[in-house]
């Protein structure tokens, strides 16, 4: 299943809730010829939404032979509308924007609406509308603004919807995707873990042949992954490198070097660069620009310690999914820049990168490495940011204010632990530069305050704060202020994902 992206913010959900229904879709730019999609033979296509009007003279391209191809097309939102002026029909502005959940009214659910109630809710973001469809279609639905809410032409096998079936807003987007899915596009739904890992190490042996690959690893999730992938596909020709560079969490070199070091032998390469990563990032407090220092450190780090080892023409990263929208796409806004995906350098010396897990979802890594028989405290590790805790110090860096975000952290994750809360997605501490007045001993303090940031989250594209028992925090938050010198204050983030993000920087 290829998803076209015109631009939606969260296509990626849309390729999200495909592969729950164990089929297999990947996104590409909306702009791809029909040509080009004769030649990757996909079973179906899904237009995404998007911010434009059809009318727009700066509309995203698109070519409309793709309507031709005689395969199932499912038009979301802005793809509906783009359906509907493609083929003949008419698009106009509303009488009044839908945003929000609104109420469907199913007229005839054909195969696409087939189960749905018929009245129920549905998730809106439109001011255009489809207002007449194309000759062959037929109208399934409707809502007070929408006359046009569904429609679908069953010869064709055309259909859309104006709403986002892909979001947990419409609740019965789930069995309409499945419609779509099995009873239009005909899909079968044998996607599993086990097919991506044979696809992924035919691909890498293919793409390696016999050159030597250096992974870099963190210790995370991801990281520990595609060691495991590249070492399955490729064996001997694997070195995996560990830089420590300053802005780990308490105790993690030595907890990395213990997991790894076994499994790996000579293979596995500790350096430790903390020093010239702390010179590097002295007196910077631009978050875009750590990001970027920090991946063009990361680089010439491993290019000049692997000019020990011998001549390594390929690079090996953790880049999920989220790292690549989140740095920006064709259509898609960057909203931060992963140091992994836009903070490398140009020039480095490197042929080649390898990013095997760049099309899949956190969750879907962590089925891949229990499938490749990681142990279970490494792939239920929570996710950890390639720049460290240099992103959690809102500010320039320092030894002294990496101390004390790294001790607030440690006490998080002990008290976590202790109270045996095992529902977080991530759970950190961060801290700000920013000094508040206080009182300790009988006297006055003016110092840091740290923010405690718990999310949970099944993505990591959209998170909600954790609603954590109030006896708890207070006694982290004690704990923190007692425990952890330079530190008075400690408040606690209750913003979800979006309009924030996880983290801080």
């Not at 992974?215 to 596909?233: I, Q, Y």
């Not at 020093?275 to 000049?304: N, Y």
């Not at 530190?487 to 606690?492: D, K």
Request: hydrophobic content about 40%; charged content about 25%; proline content about 5%.
């Amino acid at each position: 299943m290829l998803v076209l992206d015109f631009g939606a913010q969260y296509v990626q959900l849309i390729v999200r809730r495909i592969r729950e229904h164990n089929v297999y879709a990947e996104i590409v730019p909306c702009s791809i010829s029909a040509e080009r999609l004769r030649e990757l033979q996909p079973t179906a296509l899904v237009l995404s939404g998007g911010p434009s009007s059809v009318y727009d003279e700066d509309a995203p391209d698109y070519d409309p032979a793709i309507f031709d191809l005689g395969i199932p097309v499912l038009g979301i939102c802005y793809g509906c509308q783009l359906m509907a002026h493609a083929l003949g029909g008419k698009v106009g502005p509303g009488d009044q924007r839908e945003y929000g959940r609104t109420e469907l009214h199913v007229l005839r659910p054909g195969k696409l609406l087939a189960g749905v109630l018929e009245h129920t809710t549905c998730w809106m973001s439109h001011g255009d509308r489809v207002e007449a469809v194309p000759e062959g279609f037929e109208v399934l639905a409707r809502t007070e603004h929408s006359p046009i809410a569904a429609m679908a032409d069953p010869e064709r096998r055309l259909c859309g919807v104006q709403f986002h079936p892909e979001v947990q807003h419409t609740p019965e987007g789930h069995l309409i995707l499945r419609n779509f899915l099995y009873e239009i596009a005909g899909c079968t739904g044998t996607w599993r873990t086990e097919s991506f890992i044979q696809q992924a190490v035919a691909e890498i042996r293919e793409q390696v042949g016999d050159e030597r690959v250096l992974c870099t690893l963190s210790g995370g999730v991801d990281s520990s992954v595609v060691a495991m992938l590249l070492d399955r596909a490729i064996g001997d020709q694997l070195t995996c490198m560990f830089i420590d560079h300053g802005l780990l969490r308490k105790n993690e070199a030595d907890e990395v070097c213990a997991t790894f070091k076994p499994r790996l032998g000579e293979r596995f390469v500790f350096v430790d660069a903390s020093d010239h990563f702390l010179e590097r990032l002295a007196d910077v407090d631009d978050p875009e620009q750590k990001r970027r220092i920090i991946g063009e450190t990361f680089i010439r780090t491993f290019e000049r310690e692997s000019a020990k080892l011998g001549d390594f023409k390929f690079i090996a990263h953790g880049t999920l999914y989220p790292d690549v929208i989140e740095s920006g796409g064709d259509e898609t806004a960057t909203i931060k820049t992963h140091h992994n995906v836009g903070g490398l350098p140009n020039d480095m010396t490197f042929v080649k990168n390898i990013e095997p897990l760049r099309s899949l979802f956190k969750d879907e890594v962590r089925q891949v490495g229990l499938k490749l028989g990681l142990p279970e405290s490494v792939v239920w590790r929570q996710p950890f940011p390639g720049p460290g805790l240099a992103v959690r110090i809102v500010g320039s860096v320092t030894r002294e204010r990496l101390e004390m975000v790294r001790e607030a952290d440690a006490i998080l994750r002990e008290e976590i632990e202790e109270a045996g809360i095992d529902w977080l997605a991530q759970w950190f501490a961060v801290l700000a530069t920013m000094r508040s007045v206080g009182v300790m001993g009988d006297g006055r303090t003016y110092e840091h305050p740290v923010i405690l940031r718990c999310v949970t989250t099944d993505d990591f594209m959209t998170a909600d704060w954790a609603d954590l028992p109030h006896e708890l925090l207070g006694r982290i938050s004690n704990r923190i202020v007692n425990e952890v010198r330079g530190v008075n204050r400690v408040v606690y983030d209750i913003t979800s994902k979006p309009p924030g993000t996880i983290e801080w920087e």
